[in-house]
């Protein structure tokens, strides 16, 4: 039987040790070679994370004020509190791989990476063992035409995404073609039921390749760029950045580079020429960053937050016309999130910006912060349901008045359920956990909506949870946005709510009332498409009240955007 040698890349807690080497920590002198590589904040946190990871929480005493570095190092590793060794482990290798995209690589050749055995043709793996825990066995998944795509946990359903009638449950589809590299902290977009992956990190090394996703087909292939005619650019390796569809187009927007300009930068990607190009965009840019959210609400993106290339946390906030062009730094009033990366947000009836988790260097947060874009007030409601724990790293989409929530992490483990809080009524609920180390359980994954005849999917690809992932999985949502329906039905001209229900003629029909039925089910098909054929006739001529129409679903939405602001204003704490 043929066998596959993969390799997975060093767990915890050797691939901490392996970092740790790598800055210094060897056995000579670690402060002097962490301030020679970094700067002195970053090379601070790395010494007192090192601390807490190999020693614990600090415990000596102060030193004088006076010595100015014992006292430094003393503050920065006191600071960290009760962390524990595991999670200070995942930080010191995520500010490294951050500060240093490189370093595994160039370290891997003195380090030994552990070889898996894959057996091809859809034979299992035995359990895995690492640092005394075991994790569910894998089974690999193969194509049509027998080329391995993946490892899957056993906990998920495997099978063509077409035949499964289960609604709130990851399914893992057989996608062909030739998957991207895994990884995390990438960009993901659709654009016409193709979903686009670009960029990430993988082993600390930012990535700039592109590939699509048919959702149709499920086949992988990766785009080719071009260079611009007009404004010729390459596509820089990053991470941490967002891609935002516009008509044919895709944005790229900041992430953390090898060398970071001094603003953000916006990329273009023309789908149609294949080309990457970089907008010239007029005024005061943000700061460069990564981490941060972009959101597009009409035609503008608000972006909030992120963290800098000085490992600055932000909470700043910046829109961009996408008309003129131009950026507008807000000066909101009301108390802003705390500044905070790797947070998601998402933009209801397209007033209110919902803010949710995030962390900082040493602490992530599970908190909902809202800002109205018509006053520019920020708001701190009060959540309601099963709120979710704390974490970082998450991904959000939303399907009408329903916010999906998934992965993310607390630098202690993934987060195991999905969620999803109703943003009407800010009232949060879990649709379904995952077990083991599933990718959908991880930090930095992407998170997209798409259609599948004719229902909303939920499209989930990479991620790391102790190793980066390739993955895919879908999962068919229950939970249907009743805002649409209500905005409609207040919406409906009187000529066309007075035709018959058909509803209720059938429920007559069965009470047995004195009406004359059809004689067979292929009569009543018949009437049935005689009326359907009626009724659009009826509805080609309400084709005149288009403009009212439009005016009374304006009407309707600012009717709902009304209600929602009594709901926050109430629920806020005074």
């Known amino acids: ?87 200070a482990m995942r930080l010191f290798v995520k500010i490294l791989e951050e500060e240093d995209p490189g370093w595994y690589s160039r370290a891997s050749n003195s380090v030994v990476e552990p070889v898996i055995d894959v057996q091809m043709n ?43 009638e289960v609604y709130d449950q990851w399914i893992a589809p057989p996608v062909s073609g030739g998957n991207p590299k895994a990884r995390y902290e990438h960009g993901a977009a659709v654009v016409q039921d193709k979903l686009y992956i670009y960029g990430g990190n993988h082993n600390g090394r ?77 005024g005061k840019a943000p700061v460069s960053r990564g981490g941060q959210s972009v959101n597009l609400v009409g035609k503008t993106l608000v972006i909030f937050g992120g963290q800098d290339a000085k490992r600055t946390l932000l909470n700043d906030l910046h829109i961009l016309d996408l008309e003129t062009m131009t950026w507008d730094e807000i000066d909101a009033v009301g108390v802003p999130p705390s500044p905070r990366s790797d947070h998601t947000a998402a933009v209801h009836v397209d007033r209110y910006l919902l803010i949710f988790g995030g962390g900082s260097h040493a602490t992530c947060y599970n908190d909902l912060h809202v800002l109205d874009l018509q006053t520019m007030e920020w708001s701190r409601p009060t959540q309601l349901g099963e709120i979710p724990s704390p974490r970082a790293g998450h991904a959000g989409v939303t399907v009408g008045e329903n916010w999906f929530i998934v992965g993310g992490g607390d630098n202690k ?41 004719g229902e909303d999917i939920l499209v989930s690809f990479g991620g790391y949870n102790g ?18 329906s209500k905005i409609i039905e207040n919406s409906i001209p009187d000529s066309v709510s007075a035709i018959p229900n058909v509803t209720n003629v059938e429920s007559e029909f069965e009470a047995g009332h004195d009406a004359d039925p059809p004689k067979s089910k292929g009569d009543l098909v018949s009437v049935l498409k005689a009326e359907k054929e009626e009724l659009e006739s009826s509805l080609s001529k309400e084709k005149q009240h288009a ?24 629920a806020s704490p005074s």
Not at 155 to 161: L, P, Q, S, W
Not at 429 to 452: C, D, I, K, M, N
Not at 467 to 484: A, D, G, I, M
């Open 1 to 87: 039987m043929a066998m596959a040698r993969a390799t997975s890349g060093l767990q915890y807690p050797e691939r901490f040790y392996a970092a740790a080497s790598y800055v210094g920590f060897d056995g000579s002198s670690p402060t002097k070679t962490l301030t020679s590589k970094f700067a002195k904040s970053t090379a601070l946190l790395l010494y007192s994370l090192y601390q807490q990871a190999s020693v614990g929480p600090c415990n000596i005493p102060e030193p004088s004020t006076w010595k100015l570095v014992e006292h430094s190092k003393w503050a920065s590793w006191n600071q960290l509190g009760n962390m524990s060794s595991t999670e």
């Open 122 to 164: 859809n034979s299992k793996v035995e359990p895995v063992i690492e640092n005394g825990n075991s994790y569910p066995e894998t089974k690999t998944i193969s194509t049509q035409n027998g080329s391995e795509v993946g490892t899957q946990d056993k906990d998920i359903v495997v099978e063509g995404f077409g035949s499964v």
């Open 206 to 282: 930012y990535l700039n390749d592109l590939h699509v996703l048919d959702l149709r087909s499920w086949t992988w292939s990766k785009i080719e760029a071009k260079t611009g005619v007009e404004s010729p650019t390459t596509s820089i390796p990053c991470a941490g950045h967002s891609l935002i569809p516009w008509g044919n187009k895709l944005l790229s927007i900041a992430g953390h580079t090898k060398d970071p300009s001094e603003s953000i930068q916006v990329k273009e990607f023309d789908l149609e020429t294949a080309a990457w190009s970089t907008l010239k965009i007029f």
């Open 413 to 453: 483990s993934g987060v195991s359920e999905t969620v999803v809080l109703n943003m009407s009524t800010l009232t949060w609920s879990v649709v379904t956990s995952v077990q083991g180390r599933v990718p959908v359980a991880s930090e930095g994954l992407s998170l997209v909506v798409s259609s599948y005849d």
């Open 467 to 484: 190793r980066y992932n390739n993955e895919v999985y879908v999962l068919k949502p229950s939970h249907k946005s009743t805002l649409q």
């Open 547 to 570: 403009l009212q129409l439009k005016q009374d679903l304006v009407e309707a939405e600012s009717r709902n955007s009304d209600l929602y602001k009594v709901v926050i204003t109430m």
